[in-house]
T-cell receptor
């Protein structure tokens, strides 16, 4: 079983739409959760950390459900510039130096 | 912008050649990482380092080796490149473990013919 599982998409949505991505993780001991964004043929960049109580950053809202080992990202009022791949990321265990485990990513295409 | 650099950005090389992928960061981070990413696939950790003279293998088995002689420098070496090594290699660094953001370099896209 993979450490982090995501629906790969692609999600094709019109500008202004609201879109939600989901992610599940396998290690119940994980403590740190993130969403990264990766543009085509570019390096990943941190979009936002995910906190237990849920958090919001402008049009982006992240939620964490530890009991279900489930993370979500909601994007409101989608912009063309939101088109990218969104990576769900969970910290690993001591065997990997607590390095991050990346999901395969969910591809989003926002159309005019 | 993150201050982490990788060279070369693109490399096409023949089978059997020795190559070194360079990674440098100017943020003073102790923790550094190498990931491998194939097109459309997830990143896989191949090496990491806690600091100078510390290197460990990651989850994905790799024939590459790394060294950490200086805090800012974390090069990756392939002694004898093979077509199966064709991939994108991403270097990253972070201030600490787990909860800290990882900053990525732009990557090296390696093609072995």
């Amino acid at each position: 079983r993979k450490e982090v599982e995501q629906d790969p998409g692609p999600f094709n949505v019109p500008e202004g739409a609201t879109v939600a991505f989901n992610c599940t993780y396998s290690n119940s001991a994980s403590q740190s959760f993130f969403w990264y964004r990766q543009d085509c043929r570019k390096e990943p960049k941190l979009l936002m950390s995910v906190y237990s109580s849920g958090n919001e950053d402008g049009r982006f809202t992240a939620q964490l459900n530890r009991a279900s080992q489930y993370i979500s990202l909601l994007i409101r009022d989608s912009k063309l510039s939101d088109s990218a791949t969104y990576l769900c990321v969970v910290n690993g265990n001591s065997n990997s130096g607590y390095a991050l485990n990346f999901g395969k990513g969910t591809s989003l295409l926002v159309t005019p | 912008e993150a201050d982490i650099y990788q060279t070369p950005r693109y490399l096409v090389i023949g089978t059997g050649k020795k190559i070194t992928l360079e990674c440098s960061q100017t943020m003073g981070h102790d923790k550094m990482y190498w990931y491998q990413q194939d097109p459309g696939m997830e990143l896989h950790l191949i090496h990491y380092s806690y600091g100078v003279n510390s290197t460990e293998k990651g989850d994905l088995s790799s024939e590459s080796t790394v060294s950490r002689i200086r805090t800012e420098h974390f090069p990756l070496t392939l002694e004898s490149a093979r077509p199966s090594h064709t991939s994108q290699y991403l270097c990253a660094s972070s201030e600490g473990l787990g909860m800290y953001e990882q900053y990525f370099g732009p990557g090296t896209r390696l093609t072995v013919t």
